[in-house]
């Protein structure tokens, strides 16, 4: 049963859903619809309420000024005053004819990427991109390939379909007047299901040609991962495949390589033009049952000849998996966090999150570090310079000590020289 507001919204709905099916949608330019359909769809069916309704709050703030590349968000969700503002949800908005994951009409950047830029710079976890024809809801922290997706036509016409639009995406629960936003538990709870990921945002002083020279090559690649603590060998192959970066991962100290987990990445640029850059490292199977590794990384250019940088980590894991991870964090991660904030305690300090998301914030953060780092040196190759990768990497990590300090710097690097020496003198195992 849709609650009494959505049924009075359905005409209004039906609406959208006629002008869209008939074409007569798309003869128009988005400014012309898209202040309507944000009325009729997220205001009377969602149920948000923008400034001119009744009290002194509201939950929907049009045409938000946070500018990217000269253009400003179309909207925001969240808890609204006119003294203080708490962005939960981005808001993109485009016209009926927009692929929304391509560039479109002229402009530089996808309308996904674009909204990707407006939730770093507001700031907010959330992000819904809509061309009217269809709605997407995007988490800042996942990757571009996963979303929830509505279509407009088939939201009139299906009723449990737009039950689940309404219970996702309505205000009630989106932005509730006490309590979180229920995304935040529903991104929680998928997961901690069978697979984890952390994603870090950053504008980096380095220009974007630079960046995308340095990081289109796989070896360069294996100088960003043997910065990682626990990375103890990394060396790149041609394969009938493709090519790959055999990559040697073990604990937190000096381990002989008859001791580490091999992990085969399959190197693939699938995005590398003036404006984007996409790089994805992908792995079948990893240490005790964890599969399907990712290191996902994508930069835009920025002005001032900075880069937007994008990267994320994440793998899946099975049942021996969870076990190792419940053994680890009882013992040597005990009492370790990460950095989102999941709560506050009772004199309003933050609470950090821990468990296995801590775990895989962690180490998202460390080889965002080492990318960077590697960058910062200008991609320092084996030598002297190597070791100033190293201690741009130490450096940076030290300014998240609680979270990521493990050793002092001198036993870091002496382990890291060491282990560089031996990739460059010993050949990888062969595959199986």
Not at 229 to 245: D, F, M, P, S
Not at 344 to 372: C, D, F, H, K, M
Request: glycine share 10%; charged share 25%; proline share 5%.
């Amino acid at each position: 049963m849709l609650p009494d507001s959505v049924e009075t919204a359905r005409p209004r709905l039906q609406h959208w859903a006629d002008l869209i099916a008939s074409g007569k949608a798309d003869t128009f330019k988005e400014t012309a619809l898209l202040p309507e359909f944000l009325t009729d769809i997220f205001g009377q069916l969602l149920g948000y309420t923008g400034p001119a309704g009744p009290g002194d709050s509201f939950t929907l703030l049009r045409e938000t000024h946070v500018e990217v590349d000269g253009q400003f968000a179309d909207a925001a969700l969240g808890r609204f005053t006119s003294e203080s503002k708490k962005f939960i949800v981005a808001v993109e908005g485009k016209g009926t004819r927009d692929p929304l994951e391509r560039p479109f009409a002229g402009r530089r950047m996808s309308a996904v990427d674009q909204a990707y830029r407006y939730a770093i710079n507001l700031p907010c976890d959330w992000i819904i991109v809509t061309s009217m024809r269809e709605t997407r809801l995007y988490h800042k922290g996942s990757n571009q390939q996963t979303y929830e997706r509505f279509e407009t036509t088939r939201l009139a016409s299906d009723a449990a379909l737009l039950k689940r639009f309404v219970f996702l995406l309505g205000a009630a629960r989106v932005v509730p007047g006490t309590g979180a936003c229920h995304l935040d538990a529903l991104l929680r709870s998928s997961e901690s299901a069978d697979r984890m990921q952390g994603e870090v945002h950053a504008l980096i002083n380095q220009p974007f040609d630079q960046v995308r020279q340095e990081l289109a090559k796989a070896n360069s690649w294996c100088d960003v991962l043997i910065l990682h603590i626990n990375v103890k060998y990394c060396r790149g192959q041609r394969t009938a495949a493709g090519e790959q970066l055999v990559s040697g991962v073990g604990r937190k100290f000096d381990q002989p390589l008859s001791e580490v987990y091999w992990v085969r990445f399959g190197f693939n640029v699938v995005a590398d033009r003036d404006d984007h850059m996409l790089v994805e490292l992908r792995a079948p199977s990893g240490p005790l049952s964890t599969r399907d590794y990712r290191i996902v990384m994508e930069a835009v250019p920025h002005s001032g000849g900075q880069s937007l940088v994008r990267m994320t980590y994440s793998y899946g894991f099975g049942t021996a998996a969870r076990w190792a991870m419940k053994t680890y964090l009882a013992t040597l991660g005990s009492g370790k966090s990460g950095f989102s904030v999941v709560g506050r305690s009772a004199g309003g300090a933050p609470i950090l999150v821990e468990g296995v998301r801590g775990v895989v914030e962690r180490n998202t953060l460390r080889y965002y570090l080492a990318l960077q780092s590697h960058l910062q040196s200008g991609g320092a190759p084996d030598g002297g310079p190597l070791q100033k990768n190293m201690d741009l990497w130490f450096t940076a990590t030290e300014r998240y000590a609680d979270q990521l300090r493990e050793m002092d710097r001198a036993d870091y690097v002496a382990m890291k020289l060491k282990e560089v020496q031996r990739q460059a003198t010993v050949a990888p195992p062969p595959p199986g």
